[in-house]
């Protein structure tokens, strides 16, 4: 592996539509509001996708600190416990990921004021703590929270807020199924590592509360971010032309169908895949209903 593919397979570049989503949610909901400004959007995609990095960076020179990534685990490759890049590099790498999300901020600051420190701030210490730290709470079943907080509520209602320092209702009520959606594909992630995780002493949410259960939440998130969809746009909540999300409900059938057959390792990470393309095709149809 070349140093350009383990630094990119370090980034998880996969995963960084959870990052890109809310900001197009929101700043879409600026555009049909008639106040949306191209520099905020551009700081506001930047730092949120550096942060993101950041997080994967610290992700994996943590869980290989911790043990958490052995040969049996299955799933993308983590390039500290294989050796391709060393802990130091990765900890640099963290670093330079948060100077460019810390530049975007700066920026962000200056057109919507010091909230956007504030908040970019807790962004980051949530985000060094989900591993790391002295209570490392994706250690603790505290992952999905984290992931429905940042990558839905703050992510979607701060982008929409940058634009003109307000958080109208709509921004509020839609960062509720894109962050079920975001948390759904941490779901996943945890089911498929159950095992390994338990193993490592790892205790996430799918290793506390059982396979069983773990399938079960997956279906409310999913499911219920689509009926939360239907239900904010029919109340005329969010604009009507949000609903035509609700459609894609039927692609969620995909990854559930795998989430309960017993199925191998490729198979749930199909899952993982097919859930992280259904989060961002439903931001994507969501962001187009605001612009109609």
Do not use: C
Request: hydrophobic share 60%.
């Amino acid at each position: 592996m070349t140093t350009v593919q383990a630094w990119r397979t370090a980034a998880r570049v996969h995963t960084l539509p959870a990052a890109v989503v809310p900001v197009v949610v929101g700043s879409s909901l600026a555009q049909s509001e008639g106040v949306f400004r191209w520099d905020a959007f551009v700081y506001a995609l930047v730092s949120a996708v550096a942060i993101q990095v950041a997080a994967n960076f610290a992700n994996d020179v943590s869980d290989a600190r911790r043990g958490a990534d052995t040969g049996e685990r299955v799933g993308p490759p983590r390039m500290v416990a294989l050796g391709q890049i060393t802990a130091r590099q990765m900890w640099v790498g963290v670093v330079v990921a948060l100077a460019v999300a810390a530049a975007a901020g700066i920026a962000l600051a200056m057109i919507a004021g010091p909230v956007i420190l504030v908040v970019g701030v807790v962004s980051v210490i949530a985000m060094l703590g989900y591993v790391g730290g002295p209570f490392p709470y994706g250690y603790r079943g505290l992952g999905e929270v984290f992931v429905f907080l940042f990558f839905g509520v703050v992510a979607t209602v701060g982008s929409r807020y940058v634009h003109d320092m307000s958080a109208p209702l709509p921004s509020w009520l839609l960062s509720i199924p894109i962050g079920f959606l975001a948390a759904a594909i941490l779901v996943v992630n945890n089911y498929r590592d159950l095992e390994t995780d338990w193993a490592a002493g790892k205790r996430t949410l799918a290793v506390i509360i059982g396979s069983e259960k773990t399938r079960t939440l997956f279906v409310i998130l999913v499911y219920g971010a689509f009926l939360l969809i239907a239900l904010f746009a029919a109340l005329r909540w969010t604009p009507l032309p949000t609903i035509f999300a609700a459609l894609l409900v039927s692609y969620a059938m995909g990854p559930v169908r795998i989430m309960y057959r017993p199925s191998d390792g490729p198979a749930l990470i199909r899952a993982l895949k097919m859930t992280a393309r259904l989060h961002l095709w439903t931001g994507l149809v969501i962001a187009a209903g605001l612009l109609i």
